[in-house]
């Protein structure tokens, strides 16, 4: 773990290598948001991150989706992925519950172009597949900005884990 005021001078490589993570398979992310250093406070890192994520162009907003593994799989993923989706037991499915989370999964991308997303800390396997039930039903416009509001929360459980308030040292 870290603390805001190491965060904050670590050279731009570091700053990338070490925070860049928070945003599944997208370092570029971090690597906009370093040049706005110093930051008071992880809600103010994580919301800078979040800015830039949106202010991305549309290219790089898919490829950050596009990054994201689908729920319930069984190929190697990402070590933080793979804790968070063990955590809502994906990696304890049935037979019947792997297939139908893969069936939705495909569905899904084919109509969307990108993996469901959803934060799943502190949500059951049931849960989850209930969302992804529901959420089919939306707009292409209203699932990508859903989509995106679930990574910007992956990310803030994933910093709040990664660094520390300074008192807490």
Request: hydrophobic share 35%; proline share 4%.
């Amino acid at each position: 773990m870290y603390t805001i005021t190491e965060v904050n001078s670590m050279q731009a490589s570091e700053f990338i290598t070490t925070i860049g993570p928070v945003f599944e398979h997208s370092p570029w992310v971090a690597e906009k948001t370093w040049p706005h250093r110093p930051f008071t406070c992880v809600t103010q890192l994580h919301n800078r991150m979040t800015k830039e994520m949106y202010q991305a162009n549309t290219a790089l907003k898919l490829s950050l989706l596009r990054a994201h593994p689908d729920l319930g799989t069984k190929l190697t993923i990402s070590e933080t992925s793979g804790k968070e989706q063990r955590e809502a037991g994906l990696n304890r499915l049935t037979e019947k519950e792997y297939n139908q989370f893969a069936d939705l999964n495909d569905a899904y991308v084919k109509q969307f172009g990108f993996p469901f997303i959803i934060a799943v800390k502190g949500k059951k396997k049931e849960q989850i597949l209930h969302k992804m039930k529901k959420r089919r039903h939306h707009s292409y416009e209203k699932e990508m900005e859903t989509a995106l509001e679930e990574v910007s929360k992956i990310a803030g459980f994933r910093l709040n884990e990664l660094i520390h308030k300074e008192n807490d040292v």
